[in-house]
């Protein structure tokens, strides 16, 4: 399972999932480096773990899909 960032707040990141439910995960507990925007997944001892190279790859299909709503 897949969870995006959507916020930072109190010591929580405020994720949504591929099927749109909104999960809180406590920023102690995810390792890597986060921001808006990071994919995170669940590892088996239940910590999260920064997925870079799955943030990179949704990142740039948003700015292609951006992109071509623009394009005439």
């Known amino acids: ?5 959507d916020r930072i707040e ?10 749109g439910e909104t999960h809180g ?10 921001r808006e925007g990071s994919i995170i997944i669940p590892d088996a ?10 943030t990179e790859l949704r ?3 948003n700015f292609d899909l951006a992109e071509s709503l623009f394009d005439e």
């Open 25 to 34: 995960v406590l920023l102690e507990n995810i390792i890597g480096e986060l």
């Open 59 to 61: 990142r740039e299909a």
């Open 45 to 54: 001892d239940g910590m999260y773990s920064v997925d870079e190279s799955e």
């Open 10 to 19: 109190n010591g929580i990141a405020v994720c949504v999932d591929d099927g």
């Open 1 to 5: 399972m897949y969870l995006s960032v």
